[in-house]
């Protein structure tokens, strides 16, 4: 058994503005991370970010990957780094199982932050396991991270930031995007990144959805239709589209597995993506001494899950005993990011969400 | 429209512009019709020429009198939502952000695009500035007809 006094789980944007912040306050972390690059989502998002500066607004994901990496470096003692580990088991006496090197090994936390992200929604429609039809994710890793082109015309389902945003990014690697295709009334993502498709001329196709894939081996095109107000398929509606990719982006759902294994209540809230853990005000969960963070309770932008990674490491800290130099600054600060990022008409369905994912006892 | 096509309608984008009196110099013509949660460009401009206010879900408003069409702005804002425009004779003469490849070089004939990517006739490829974050400004003029309906221009080859 191995003892930790703070184990971090994801080395995304929250899990590393987590490890900064608690090494600060001076903890000893072990941050552990599946991937054998560290920045989660963030190093394969070239496009620039929104926010404000104070999350590193205009700077590209993959550059704010790099900074938060750089971040980490003066506190090479006391963080301590797992890359290509994978936790696959936690218990509910402070045990954490890891596959890495071809081992398990386990770990014994004092506290835990699992800031281990979201996971990709499928969708079910006929041949959706033809090769080219791929998540959103995998087209974004592929392309960005080693440089292969998924498809030389795809079509792309779903009209959130990131179906739209992976569009982009798809124009500009070479391919033609040949529709978007949206099943709601009207796009779900920010407008200023669909007005750079439609000005490129990318079709974006609102109350559609897709049928089938064509194809015996491989995709060489989709069956759309139109959808009624009740999301049925219109009789006649349908129409073919060549293409030699699908790239599906209908949403992320956190990832709460770890937080259940450890017995935290995790209730079911759709405004968050799904099943998440209930956290009090300081991102502890209903087991003392579990934090969570970033998508892996509630799906958000990047922007807030720094910050709320921030929040959960100076409140681990704390909890450890660590009490940050500039606690109660820093605690103000985040708060007032956070409640500015989610202000807008884009967070409502995130205030809403939060509003029941929070609990106001202590934690047990 | 804007919900349903991601395309603005002809208000919303003149709304955007200042007189024509005043394009004889440039201007930010700023395409950000929505409450979204940023702001570079308002904290980048030199001039404060671009005011979002303590709610950075607010819109950005151009100050037009302080604006001088430098275009900082146009290679700052992350959604590519800003161009400059101005009139120059029969010109219209725009500043847009370019992520694409190939990159244009001056003197070349691109084809002109509305903000529906339908062509609009020949545009001038007027001046290209590489960026080091790699979002590029390209000045480019067509006719002044399609003042209000130039978006971006697209490789002739």
Same mark, same amino acid.
């Given at each position: 058994m191995i003892e930790k006094e703070l184990v971090i789980v994801g080395a995304g944007p929250a899990g590393l503005c987590a490890a900064r912040i608690a090494a600060e306050a001076g903890c000893r972390v072990l941050l552990i991370d599946r991937?054998?690059?560290?920045g989660g989502q963030l190093i394969k998002q070239t496009h620039k970010f929104f926010g404000s500066e104070q999350q590193r607004?205009? =700077? !590209?994901g993959f550059r704010i990957a790099e900074a938060l990496v750089a971040d980490l470096k003066p506190f090479g003692d006391t963080v301590e780094i797992w890359q290509e580990?994978?936790?696959v088991g936690a218990y509910p006496d402070s045990v954490l199982t890891v596959w890495t090197n071809g081992e398990y090994r386990k770990i014994h936390f004092q506290s835990l932050i699992l800031a281990v992200g979201a996971g990709e929604r499928s969708l079910a429609f006929?041949?959706? /396991?033809?090769?080219? @039809?791929?998540?959103a994710g995998a087209v974004q890793t592929l392309m960005?991270?080693?440089? @292969?082109?998924?498809?030389k015309e795809v079509v792309m389902i779903g009209s959130g930031n990131i179906g739209l945003i992976v569009c982009y990014q798809l124009i500009q690697a070479?391919? @033609?995007?040949k529709a978007l295709v949206e099943?709601?009334?009207?796009?779900?993502?920010y407008k200023v990144h669909a007005s750079k498709l439609r000005r490129l001329g990318v079709p974006i196709l609102t109350r559609t959805t897709v049928v089938r894939a064509l194809g015996d081996?491989?995709?060489k095109g989709v069956v759309l239709s139109g959808l009624d107000e009740n999301w049925n398929p219109i009789p006649g509606t349908e129409s073919e589209i060549a293409c030699d990719a699908v790239c599906v982006a209908v949403g992320l759902s956190p990832l709460y597995q770890l937080a259940w294994m450890l017995g935290a209540e995790i209730p079911y809230v759709g405004e968050l993506g799904g099943m998440v853990p209930l956290l009090d005000?300081? !991102?502890? =969960?209903?087991?003392?001494?579990v934090f969570a963070a970033g998508d892996a309770s509630g799906v958000e932008e990047a922007s807030s899950a720094m910050v709320g990674g921030r929040l959960a490491g100076l409140h681990a800290a704390r909890f450890l005993?660590?009490?940050?130099? /500039?606690h109660t600054a820093i605690d103000t600060e985040c708060r007032a990011q956070l409640s500015s990022l989610r202000g807008g008409p884009f967070g409502a369905k995130i205030r809403a969400g939060l509003k029941k994912a929070e609990v106001k006892v202590h934690a047990r | 429209m804007l919900d349903k096509t991601g395309v603005p309608t002809p208000d919303q984008v003149l709304s955007r512009f200042p007189a024509e009196k005043d394009l004889l110099r440039p201007k930010a013509i700023l395409e950000c019709y929505e409450d979204i949660p940023c702001n570079p460009c308002s904290t980048n401009c030199p001039f404060q020429a671009i005011v979002i206010g303590e709610d950075i879900n607010a819109q950005p408003r151009l100050i037009v009198e302080r604006c001088?069409?430098?275009?900082l702005c146009v290679a700052v804002c992350p959604g590519l939502a800003i161009m400059t425009a101005a009139l120059k004779n029969d010109r219209a003469v725009f500043q847009i952000p370019y992520e694409l490849l190939p990159l244009p070089q001056t003197g070349e004939e691109w084809v002109g695009l509305d903000r529906e990517g339908r062509p609009l006739g020949p545009a001038r490829i007027e001046k290209v500035v590489r960026k080091a974050d790699r979002t590029n400004v390209v000045t480019v003029s067509l006719e002044a007809r399609h003042l209000y309906a130039f978006a971006t221009v697209r490789c002739p080859r």
């Open positions: 991937s054998p690059l560290l607004a205009k =700077t !590209r580990a994978t936790v006929e041949n959706n /396991d033809l090769p080219g @039809v791929y998540g960005n991270v080693y440089g @292969v082109l998924p498809g070479g391919a @033609v995007v099943a709601a009334p009207k796009i779900g993502g081996s491989a995709v005000e300081n !991102r502890q =969960t209903t087991v003392s001494g005993g660590h009490l940050h130099p /500039d | 001088t069409g430098c275009g």
